[in-house]
Nanobody, 113 residues
């Protein structure tokens, strides 16, 4: 099974930007769709974005539409989430996942208002 490790989280002011990365081990990462979820304290985990195995199709939640973008580099076995115009309500732990059902441990994003 693929191991996923997220990075790039941190503390940022409202209006700022961050890029999250998710490094995958294993040769099958490039064969499957992948995505990002997030979970804020006291809330359920929610979908953020997804991308097809070949990056031809992307899906972004309405709540982050026009601010977040998902991409991948299969040559590097890496998934990305570019986040702009961050808001306090984007504060959460962000997880990457692939269609095989592998989850990373998450990376914390905190947006100060």
């Amino acid at each position: 099974q693929v191991e996923l490790v997220e990075s790039g989280g941190g503390l940022v002011q409202a209006g700022g930007s961050l890029r999250l990365s998710c490094a995958a081990s294993g040769l099958t990462f490039r064969d499957f769709a992948a995505g990002w979820f997030r979970q804020a304290p006291g809330k359920e985990r929610e979908f953020v974005a997804a991308i097809s195995w070949d990056a031809r199709r992307t899906y972004v939640a309405d709540s982050v539409q026009d601010r977040f973008a998902i991409s991948r580099d299969n040559a590097k076995n890496t998934l990305y989430l570019q986040m702009h115009s961050l808001k306090a309500e984007d504060t959460a732990k962000y997880y990457c996942v692939n269609a095989e059902g592998s989850w990373g441990q998450g990376t914390q994003v905190t947006v100060s208002s």
